[in-house]
Nanobody, 119 residues
Framework: QVQLVESGGGLVQAGGSLRLSCAAS????????LGWYRQAPGKQRDLVAV???????NYAYGVEGRFTISRDNAKNTVYLQMNSLEPEDTAVYYC?????????????WGQGTQVTVSS
């Protein structure tokens, strides 16, 4: 069982920056992804960025170039550096872990951290 704990959310003015952190407890190894999703009120939860155990990354349209996802595998931690924040980025940001190892396929979610960008 993996538990994910996010931190780093808060209130920031447009154009500002925040760095989100997600610390994972439990066994993380082999083939997996760590990523960030976000959900604004009344909207679905959408992918923001994902980083694979193989070292590749993928970003949603509209955040690439502003956001950077990174992993510190020694610390079982994933980060999301968010720059040039816009009011449209306001949402609850959720850490996501997907275990892709055979016989271990599972998805885990953190509790979420609120990011509010004021205009």
């Amino acid at each position: 069982q993996v538990q994910l704990v996010e931190s780093g959310g808060g209130l920031v003015q447009a154009g500002g920056s925040l760095r989100l952190s997600c610390a994972a407890s439990g066994s993380i190894f082999g083939v997996n992804t760590l990523g960030w999703y976000r959900q604004a009120p009344g909207k679905q939860r959408d992918l923001v960025a994902v980083a694979t155990s193989g070292g590749s990354t993928n970003y949603a349209y509209g955040v690439e170039g502003r956001f950077t996802i990174s992993r510190d595998n020694a610390k079982n931690t994933v980060y999301l550096q968010m720059n040039s924040l816009e009011p449209e980025d306001t949402a609850v940001y959720y850490c996501n872990y997907r275990d892709l190892n055979p016989m271990r396929i599972a998805t885990y979610w953190g509790q979420g951290t609120q990011v509010t960008v004021s205009s």
